[in-house]
């Protein structure tokens, strides 16, 4: 196992790529952009949906831009933490879009040969200029950290805010060619009334879908910890990746963009600031 530190040159800013890898695979992470995982490489397979890194890292314009607005062009879906809200939270004419855990730039890290952990303090870091507890009016802290292990990745984020506030949830698209299925385990007794059965069919625990025709779509995520599969991107040529979540993370989104798709675990109900207190995610390729 090791860890590296490179530098590119984008729209004529430096940033630091962080790099873990082991004998089976590799991550990528930008803290400057957000804390966001940008490769997941397993057994010389990439998993994750490659946008054009200059779009990708955008500028302070673009940040200004999608506070108020919805795009598919600038950092939707890398950021680890869609907190310290889920939804639009209006603040002095903007709408910041899924929070601001991913426009930040986290500069308080730790690394070590295995893993990344990173921390913001609101009452130190800034976004636009800002500090983030003048954004969210309240004392804003959290803690996320990677890890790259033999069977995968894990992610564990602390909120260290005052009064556990915030609702969490992580937000990466996965490569999504044809043919590719989702297995989401989730109660039968809660599915959507108006659910679509051309898109969604029944399992015995839960349901499968087509990866490239589903709309957004919010579901029940099922219990029983960490240890408990609780979904599966499955490939036409029989690779897939298992996701494992703690139950603090009450529903699961699915939904399509372009060329990826999203799995999309979150703690609490779009629009709202809830509590949350701490989880732990696990991405097991299968390939």
Not at 47 to 61: H, R
Not at 104 to 123: E, M, P, V, Y
Not at 147 to 155: I, M, N, P, R
Not at 245 to 271: H, N, Q
Request: proline share 3%; with cysteine; hydrophobic share 35%.
């Amino acid at each position: 196992m090791s860890s590296s530190t490179r530098t590119i040159t984008a729209n004529g800013k430096d940033w630091k790529i962080i790099k873990i890898e082991n004998q089976y695979g590799t991550i990528e992470i930008i803290p400057q952009a957000g804390f966001s995982l940008t490769s997941f490489i397993w057994n010389g397979r990439d998993l994750i949906d490659q946008w054009d890194i200059n779009t990708f890292l955008g500028t302070e314009k673009d940040i200004e831009f999608i506070s108020a607005n919805t795009t598919d062009s600038f950092r939707k879906g890398f950021g680890p933490s869609i907190g310290p809200w889920f939804g639009q939270r209006e603040e002095k004419g903007k709408e910041w879009q899924h929070g601001l855990c991913r426009f930040a730039d986290w500069k308080d890290l730790q690394i070590t040969n295995n893993s990344i952990t990173g921390r913001l303090d609101g009452s130190k870091d800034k976004v636009l200029g800002r500090p983030i507890n003048d954004i969210c009016g309240y004392k804003f802290g959290v803690e996320i950290s990677f890890t790259l292990t033999s069977e995968g990745l894990e992610y564990r984020i602390k909120n260290l805010s005052e009064g556990d506030k915030g609702t969490f949830g992580i937000h990466w698209y996965w490569k999504c060619p044809k043919d590719s299925k989702i297995n989401l385990k989730t109660p039968l007794s809660a599915l959507p009334a108006d659910i679509d059965t051309t898109t969604f069919s029944k399992s015995a625990d839960g349901i499968i879908a087509d990866m490239n025709g589903v709309p957004n779509r919010r579901f029940d995520s099922a219990i029983g910890g960490i240890s408990v599969k609780k979904g599966e991107l499955v490939y036409a040529d029989g690779a897939a990746i298992e996701f494992y979540y703690d139950d603090t993370f009450k529903y699961t989104v699915l939904f399509k963009t372009k060329e990826s798709c999203c799995f999309e675990p979150v703690s609490g109900e779009a629009f709202q600031l809830g509590t949350f207190k701490e989880g732990g995610y696990k991405f097991i390729p299968k390939v």
